[in-house]
C-alpha cells in the first residue's frame, strides 16, 4: 500500500471513526459561510471543468468541484456515470471529506498538499471500490489552509493518463489568481501602515490575516525579531514573527473581524523573556468589505479585552493558583505546574499533585475547568478528569482509535479519553 494511502486509513479508523461498510457519502451542512477568495476560486475552478467536461465525458468520467469542508457544489460529465454517481452520493450537496467517508481523493486532498490519486480498494469504504478518483486542493496563499478541491472520477476504469497534470493545472490557475490578490492586500496593508504611523509612544506592525508581517517599524521589529522597515507585499516572503502568541492573537482578530466589521481588540502576549508581558492593540484592515490584515500597536488598547486561551495560544506567564485542602482548617495553595490530573467523585474534585492526592477547595469539575480555562495548560479530556497538557508523559493507543494518557507523576497516574475528545487531545498535543 502506498505510504499516503496508509497514513489516510490510519486517520479512517483511528480518527474519524469511519464504518469501511457505509453504502453512500452523507449529506452535507446545508448552510457554510465562503469567503471572497473562495469564491474566486469556485468560479475559476467551475470554469475549467466545464471547459473539460465534453473531453471527460468521452470516457465516462465526472468532474467535481467541492468546497474546503469536502461539500460537492457542481459536478460535470458523462450523464450515465452520473447516474451511478448520484446514488452514493458522488454528487452536489453531499459531503466528501475524509472524516464523513474515510480515504478519497477529495477528502485526502484536503488533508494533503499535491494532488491525490485513490484507485479502487484504496478507498477506505468499500462501496466506492469500483471507482478511481483524482483530487487536487487549492489553498489560501496567506494562511495555508484550503479553500476548495477539483476532483475527477471514473467507475470501472482507471483515470485517463493526463489526469495529475490537468488536476496540477487547474490548481496552479486558481492560486496565480489568489497571489495577484493577496499582493494588492500586501499593497494596501503598506498604504495602511503608512497612514497610520507616527503615534508617541507606540510601534506599530502591519500583518497579514495569518500573522505574517508585511512591514514592522524598527521598535516592533525588535520584539517580533523581523527586519524593520522592510516590506514584504509578496504573501510568499512576508516575515514570520517569533513570538507565537503574537500570531495566534493575529488569527484569533481575523475571525472576529470576519464575523464583526466593526471588531477592534487588545490583549497581552508572551514575548522572549518569558516572565514578560506585553501588551497590544489590534485594528482590523478591509478591502472591499474583506478584512485583508491587521494594524497591531505595542503598548496601545483597543475595544474587545481578549485572553490568549480564546485565541488557541496557550499564556503559560499568566500567574494562577490553585487551592486544595490538606485537612480541614489547612488550605495548600499549589501552581498550575504542580497539578497533573483533577478527578471527580460526585460534586467533590481530587487533585494529583506533587504533594500527593488532595481535595480542591472548589466543588464540581466544572467549575475547576472553567477557573482554569484562560491559562491554556488544562483540557477537559472525560467528564471526570481535567489534565495538564504539560504533564503528559506518554500516550496509549488502544483498539479502536481510544487513546489513555499516561502522566508524569510518581504513580505514572493512567487517565483515559473519552471518544468525543480524542480529536481535541489530538489536537492539543499535535500529535
Known amino acids: 500500500m502506498r505510504p ?10 483511528d480518527q474519524y471513526h469511519i464504518d469501511p461498510f457505509l453504502s453512500e457519502a452523507p449529506s452535507a451542512v446545508s448552510q457554510v459561510t465562503h469567503s471572497l477568495d473562495q ?10 471543468a466545464a471547459a473539460i467536461a465534453n473531453e471527460l465525458a468521452d470516457t465516462g468520467g465526472v468532474i467535481t468541484v467541492a468546497d474546503a469542508s469536502g461539500r460537492i457544489l457542481a459536478a460535470w460529465g458523462d450523464k450515465n456515470t452520473r447516474s451511478i454517481a448520484t446514488e452514493g452520493g458522488l454528487a452536489p450537496w453531499f459531503c466528501w471529506s475524509e472524516g464523513a467517508v474515510g480515504t478519497n481523493s477529495m477528502g485526502t486532498a484536503l488533508e494533503t498538499k499535491h494532488a491525490v490519486l485513490i484507485r479502487q480498494s484504496e ?27 477539483l476532483n475527477i472520477s471514473c467507475w470501472r476504469t482507471e483515470l485517463p493518463p493526463s489526469s495529475r497534470r490537468w488536476l496540477e493545472t487547474a490548481a496552479t490557475h486558481a492560486q496565480n489568481s489568489l497571489r495577484k490578490r493577496a499582493h494588492d492586500s500586501g499593497s494596501e496593508m503598506l498604504a495602511a501602515f503608512s497612514h497610520a504611523g507616527g503615534r508617541p509612544n507606540e510601534s506599530l506592525v502591519a500583518v497579514d490575516t495569518a500573522g505574517g508581517v508585511v512591514i514592522a517599524d524598527d521598535a516592533a521589529s525588535i520584539i517580533l525579531g523581523v527586519p524593520g522597515n522592510t516590506p514584504a507585499v509578496n504573501p510568499a516572503v512576508r516575515w514570520t514573527p517569533q513570538l507565537p502568541s503574537f500570531i495566534h492573537a493575529a488569527r484569533y482578530a481575523t475571525k472576529r473581524a470576519s464575523a464583526d466589521p466593526g471588531w477592534t481588540g487588545s ?35 483597543a475595544g474587545e479585552q481578549f485572553r490568549q486561551a480564546q485565541t488557541g495560544g496557550v499564556l503559560l506567564g499568566q500567574s494562577r493558583r490553585i487551592v486544595a485542602l490538606r485537612e480541614e482548617n489547612r488550605m495548600v495553595l499549589l501552581g498550575t505546574s504542580e497539578v497533573a490530573v483533577a478527578e471527580s ?19 464540581g469539575l466544572d467549575k475547576l475547568d472553567n ?61
Open 371 to 431: 477557573e482554569l480555562a484562560d491559562t491554556g495548560v488544562f483540557l477537559r479530556v472525560h467528564r471526570q478528569y481535567l489534565v495538564n497538557l504539560s504533564r503528559i508523559r506518554e500516550v496509549e493507543r488502544r483498539d479502536k482509535g481510544e487513546l489513555v494518557l499516561v502522566m508524569d507523576n510518581r504513580e505514572n497516574t493512567r487517565v483515559p479519553v473519552s471518544r468525543r475528545n480524542v480529536s481535541a487531545v489530538r489536537r492539543a498535543l499535535n500529535i
Open 4 to 13: 499516503e494511502v496508509a497514513i489516510s486509513w490510519q486517520r479512517s479508523r
Open 267 to 301: 490583549t497581552q502576549i508572551l514575548t522572549t523573556r518569558a516572565d514578560e508581558l506585553l501588551s497590544i492593540g489590534i485594528r482590523p484592515v478591509f478591502l472591499h468589505r474583506t478584512v485583508i490584515g491587521h494594524l497591531i500597536s505595542f503598548g496601545g488598547f
Open 39 to 48: 469564491d474566486v476560486v469556485f468560479a475559476e475552478l467551475g470554469f475549467r
Open 345 to 363: 467523585d460526585g460534586s467533590d474534585v481530587w487533585l494529583l499533585t506533587n504533594e500527593g492526592r488532595l481535595r480542591a477547595a472548589l466543588s
Open 123 to 149: 478507498h477506505w469504504a468499500q462501496a466506492f471500490h469500483e471507482w478511481s478518483c483524482g483530487g487536487i486542493a487549492v489553498r489560501d496563499v496567506v494562511g495555508g489552509e484550503p479553500l476548495a478541491v
